[in-house]
């Protein structure tokens, strides 16, 4: 079969295009990170379930576990039910406890495997809210269930929070009771507006310097209970600014609470860090990324790379994935994991192009054939015969043959 076929431009022509067809390179075996990595790993919908896809969900279990012991095997931590593009469109609570149990479980039977899972405040009725202390019990409920299953937690950023507090004060409450129940070392989770428009002015302000003081605030008042915070602002200067003032002391080896970067535009060199300061973590960032479920060989390879202070390679690596990256995560932002599911498709990770929440249609077909030659130009195309004939697929499905 030819490694070619007809693509679709901005323009509106289509344009003849030939890929490239290197194949990703393999994880050494044995190597170790010497960097927390975890991808937000996607659910893989139940494409034969006789629901309405907007209103009600249904998962592969055997796809979506599958796809963890993959994420696994490479080295990658799973943060379990706390991607924002699915989790609260489309993917409701009772459906993301099954999947941290589900998670969790398959994860004792592979050696080191890490799992943190969201916890949030999203079953409640937006409208019932009237207080942070139903925020409270909102958190306390998930929190309880996660952790009755022996699940380490990562405290999702709550709309409703964003909703009815009134002034830093109100987080600042909220957090102080959530952090002094944990029952060990929490991820905190701030998420810019751009991947969700509720959790605008969240810490109290639009301000991100004074929210980012908050923040810092109740980091300081916990640093025991907090394992480090994942940001994702896609703004890398205000990332290092928040790094620097990261306590020095406690979290999960008492060596200081971590930066978990969330920054798909600029992951490459947060990562790889800037050396500031004698505090491991103050000078570079650990991962809690989105865009590591569509890259995790170049991830893994490249982390690989880093832990044994190769940085050129590291960033030969994974620099050519960062503008496939950003065309996965550009606006409308909330709409990212149409891009990571795809390629999950295109490299035969799962049988359909079928989403929770029929998201598959929130991404035009122009944005699909850049996303594959952005793909391909990163060498991220496991099997390169398989999706070129995947993307023939989808482009007769809109119209376009040959």
Known sequence: MALSLKLPHLSGTLEHYTLRGTIPAKPAAGVKFNRIAYSAAHVVADPRAAIDPWLQCAVDWDATIAYRLRLWSLGLGVAEAMDTAQRGMGLDWPTSLELIR??????????????????????????????????IRGYEQQMEAIERLDGKLIVMASRALARVAKSPADY??????????AKQPVVLHWLGDMFDPALAGYWGTKNVDAAMDTALGIIAAHPD???????????????????????????LDGQGVRMYTGDDFNYAELIAGDGFGTARVR????????????????????????????TEKFHAILGPTVPLSRHIFAAPTRFYKTGVVFMAWLNGHQSHFTMVGGQQSTRSLIHFAELFRLADAANLFEQPELAVRRMRTLLALHGVEG
């Not at 600042?172 to 129940?181: A, G």
């Not at 890398?236 to 020095?248: G, H, N, S, V």
């Open 172 to 181: 600042e409450k909220v957090y102080d009771r959530i952090l002094s129940q």
């Open 283 to 310: 000078g570079q960032s650990d991962a809690l990324l989105g865009i590591f479920d569509a890259i995790a060989p170049a991830a893994s390879v490249a982390l690989g790379e880093l832990a044994q202070g190769n």
């Open 225 to 251: 209970k907090v394992d480090g915070i994942k940001i994702s602002l896609l703004d890398k200067d205000k990332e290092i600014a928040m790094r620097r003032r990261l306590p020095t002391t406690g979290g």
């Open 102 to 135: 589900r998670s969790l479980e398959a994860a004792k039977s592979v050696p080191g495997a890490l799992v943190a899972s969201g916890c949030g405040t999203d079953h409640l009725v937006l409208d019932d809210v009237k207080s942070v202390d139903d925020v």
